[in-house]
């Protein structure tokens, strides 16, 4: 079995209609969003370091952190100088 880590740069396109460039991949999560004890929704967060040409307007994590979801202002407070290496594996059929 072969391994490759993935470095290079993908262009995304966000639904705010950002083009960004993806430098690193700081963390990966799975939020799990419990009603009555029973999962009702799972989420796949990826938090990536990203450059981007376009024009954005930036705002405090700080400052706004009552507006932020608890869980996901622990996450950017948490994992912001972070870096995540993810292996790409191969099998045969």
Known sequence: MKTETRTNEKKKESKFSVNANAKKINSISIEH???????????????????????????????NKKRIISSDYKLLKDYQQ???????????D
Do not use: R
């Not at 995540?84 to 594996?89: F, G, P, V």
């Open 33 to 63: 969003v419990k009603k009555s004890g029973k999962i009702v929704h799972s989420f796949l967060l990826i938090l990536v370091e990203a450059t981007s040409k376009d024009k954005i307007n930036m705002m405090s994590i700080e400052n």
């Open 82 to 92: 972070s870096e995540l290496k993810i292996n790409t594996l191969y099998s045969k």
